[in-house]
């Protein structure tokens, strides 16, 4: 009796097994890069990421100050209003710099879990406005939700940052 492993046919390779990547697509085009360099929303984005990245920062610290002792309830909302229209004036910036590059203002394929994380984002500090000016929470879980959207930024942020280390890489003629 044979065993069904000696009759089977010895395979060297699966088929249509992912193999790994040793080089992956750009994440612009030559037209793409030459209208990103071109565009004036690259530089506006250039200089609100840096800026609303501070005002987190800053915020983050002010908030868990009020969360840890109860106080400096001021700072800390008022931090939160800052960081929330840093986050909206560079949501609408970013919408009409992906228009310029690469023809839609959301959801373009390059960028495209970006966006989606930046909705939620988006979504979060919108929660904490609509709650703040209603009264819909209590201070401390107002601040709370504050840090789930600053959390959900952090993440976009990082996302962000590795976007632009791969068109750096690009741009070298690196790859990862």
């Known amino acids: 009796m044979t065993s069904a492993s000696s009759t089977a046919p ?96 959301l959801f373009a394929p390059a960028f495209y879990w970006e966006d989606m994380v930046s909705m939620a984002v988006l979504a979060l500090h919108t929660a904490y406005l609509a709650a703040w000016w209603n009264g819909w929470l209590d201070v401390r879980q107002q601040m709370l939700l504050a840090l789930a959207a600053y959390l959900t930024y952090a993440v976009n942020a990082a996302q962000f940052l590795l976007k632009l280390r791969a068109a750096r890489l690009d741009l070298n003629g690196a790859r990862p």
């Open 10 to 105: 010895t395979v060297s390779a699966v088929p249509n097994a992912p193999t790994p990547r040793t080089s992956r697509t750009p994440l612009y085009t030559p037209e793409q890069r030459a209208r990103r360099d071109g565009t004036r929303w690259t530089w506006v984005q250039g200089v609100l990421a840096p800026v609303q990245f501070v005002a987190f920062a800053i915020s983050t610290v002010l908030v868990l100050r009020f969360l840890a002792t109860g106080n400096g309830e001021t700072a800390a909302v008022v931090s939160v209003l800052i960081k929330t229209a840093l986050l909206y004036t560079i949501m609408l910036t970013g919408c009409l710099w992906e228009k310029a590059v690469f023809g839609r203002y």
